[in-house]
């Protein structure tokens, strides 16, 4: 499988508590996307990464929430502090330099209680 | 403000009937217009992508159209097939050189019945 993978593909957690979400984009992709697709919503950008450059986190929602890329390969998105409006699917794509075609993930269903 | 609508919200179509979906936009400058099909359960998969300069582009039964005049574009699918029902999302990207010019409509969920 070549695809992009994603890591829970569940996850319930309690209000108040850190979550990590994991992303293993496709090999040879540089760029790599992070999104939320709340239920009945459309996807809403998170944050890009692009090579070595430094992240465009335009996106982020609040300081709850980061994302790290290591080895311009696997990302983790961390919220700290769940809020149950931190509920949605997070969904992770990645792309050739220079390419438009974003491969996406399944996405990680995080419920918060 | 940037924005994509879609219309319709929801479709249900008996299977073999042809349908079509819309999406207006407001993104400017416009760079390209990307349809994307999501299972459920799954992530968005790419069905077709249009420049400025394109009216329309098929894959297979997908035949998509743009009017960049009117800032429209359609999603047509010719003998619908019970593995078509999913969400239809059309995505506008903007012409500037950063990663996140994407807007996002909130998608089409088609349903088709047998």
């Known amino acids: 499988g070549a695809g992009v993978s994603q890591s829970p593909s569940n996850k319930v957690t309690e209000k108040g508590k850190d979550v990590e979400l994991r992303c293993d984009p496709i090999s040879g992709h540089t760029a790599l996307y992070w999104y939320r697709q709340s239920l009945g919503q459309g996807l809403e950008f998170l944050i890009y990464f692009q090579g070595n450059s430094a992240p465009d986190k335009s996106g982020l929602p609040s300081d709850r929430f980061s994302a790290e890329r290591t080895g311009g390969s696997v990302s983790t998105l961390t919220i700290q502090r769940t809020q149950q409006e931190d509920s949605a699917v997070y969904l992770c794509a990645s792309s050739l330099p220079s390419r438009e075609t974003q491969y996406f993930g399944p996405g990680t269903r995080l419920l918060v209680l | 403000k940037n924005q994509v609508e879609q219309s319709p919200q929801s479709l249900i179509i008996l299977e073999g009937k042809n349908c079509t979906l819309q999406?207006?936009?407001?993104?400017?400058?416009?760079?390209?217009l990307r349809w994307y099909k999501q299972d459920t359960g799954r992530g968005p998969v790419s069905l077709t992508i249009?420049?400025?300069?394109?009216n329309t582009k098929s894959n297979g039964r997908y035949t998509a159209t743009l009017d960049a005049d009117t800032k429209q574009s359609s999603l047509h699918i010719t003998a619908s097939q019970l593995s078509d029902s999913a969400s239809y999302i059309c995505v506008v990207r903007g012409r500037k050189n950063a990663g996140n010019m994407l807007t996002f409509g909130g998608g089409t969920r088609l349903m088709v019945k047998p």
């Open positions: 999406c207006n936009y407001t993104v400017s400058p416009f760079s390209n």
């Open positions: 249009m420049t400025f300069s394109e």
